[in-house]
């Protein structure tokens, strides 16, 4: 899952950085309403996935791992 979280990060930078600089070539297809439709796609992919990973992290953590230092 974190190599997949990275690979959709990476391409929706390369997007980013297309809609600055019409020099990249975005590498996910382009449809009739251009690139967009796709990368909103690969937008809420990379939410969803980083949210249930972030999820499962948390929970994996038991109290008596995760100890708040309250003294600073």
Known sequence: MPRTLAISDDELLIYQMYKKN????????????GYYTE????????????F???RERIISISEDEYVIDDKN
């Not at 019409?22 to 309403?33: D, E, K, M, S, Y």
């Not at 796609?41 to 939410?47: A, S």
């Open 39 to 50: 990368y909103r796609k690969l937008e809420h992919f990379f939410t969803n996935l980083f």
């Open 22 to 33: 019409q020099n990249i070539v975005p590498t996910l297809r382009h449809t009739g309403a």
């Open 52 to 54: 249930q990973m972030f």
